[in-house]
């Protein structure tokens, strides 16, 4: 009953109230509705009544919370998030692949592969994955853009001097972030990047956008990311072209400009 009963955010869902009466009368005291399977005691109330021979006695309901759907409450835990760096992403990039391919239904997993391999090498590598079950049902990746990066090339409109500037350890870039569609709308991919970002040391973070993914693209104005302009894509790319979102992970106020 206990663990049951600690599972307070989800039994509200499960729970449905069943009233049993017991009249205080010697006659009877069995209730009157079985109350089976696991059930937590919530209120008593005592009332008078006439017996059909005009007799008066006291009725004293019973109020319970009966749980049943346990086995789907038992299975609704908070998934784990856990840290891979890019050996241990690689060890795993089949089941990474399997997730991001589901997520991105017209993306190629081809692709993906190549790409993750590849940066999956770099120094600061870094994923997040969560965890369900034994199961991966998102995941976050990313790595510090090397001094000299082409990412920002033919950013438009232009940034002013100095912001396309990196050094290896100014700017995080976010590279891919999914959850699988039965676990959207609950909060995960915000905690994958928020458990992401959260330890790295760099003084900014970016992402590229799909420009016709405009839902996505209001997904991290909530966040709190903003734009910096449109970068056209290259081979192995996604799409022809990208909008880049920044965000300060430190308090420098111009970490995220893209006019100074």
Not at 46 to 60: I, L, N, S
Not at 67 to 85: F, K, N, Q
Not at 183 to 211: C, F, K, N, V, Y
């Amino acid at each position: 009953m206990a663990p049951i009963l600690a599972v307070t955010d989800l039994e509200r869902a499960f729970y449905s109230e069943i009233y049993e009466t017991r009249e205080t009368s010697s006659e009877r005291r069995t209730p009157s509705v079985s109350v089976r399977g696991p059930r937590a005691f919530v209120s008593a109330r005592t009332a008078q009544c006439k017996t059909a021979t005009g007799r008066r006695r006291q009725v004293r309901t019973y109020a319970y919370k009966s749980v049943y759907g346990v086995e789907r409450i038992a299975s609704m835990t908070e998934p784990a998030l856990l840290h891979l760096d890019g050996p241990a992403t690689m060890n795993r990039l089949d089941e990474i692949r399997k997730v991001y391919a589901t997520a991105f239904p017209g993306n190629s997993v081809e692709d993906h592969q190549w790409r993750t391999s590849r940066q999956a090498n770099s120094p600061g590598f870094e994923t997040v994955i969560a965890q369900l079950d034994g199961r991966i049902i998102g995941f976050v990746y990313g790595l510090p853009l090397a001094a000299g990066s082409g990412w920002w090339n033919g950013l438009t409109p232009d940034p002013g001097d100095g912001f396309t500037a990196e050094t290896g350890t100014r700017t995080f870039a976010v590279i891919d972030l999914a959850v699988l569609p039965d676990h959207r709308g609950q909060g995960l991919g915000r905690r994958l990047m928020d458990e992401l970002l959260r330890g790295r040391h760099e003084d900014r973070a970016t992402l590229a956008t799909d420009p016709a993914e405009t839902d996505n693209q209001a997904m991290y104005d909530r966040w709190g990311w903003r734009p910096a302009g449109q970068v056209p894509g290259g081979e192995h790319e996604t799409s022809a072209a990208f909008d880049l979102y920044v965000i300060a992970l430190r308090s420098d106020p111009d970490a995220t400009s893209s006019s100074r």
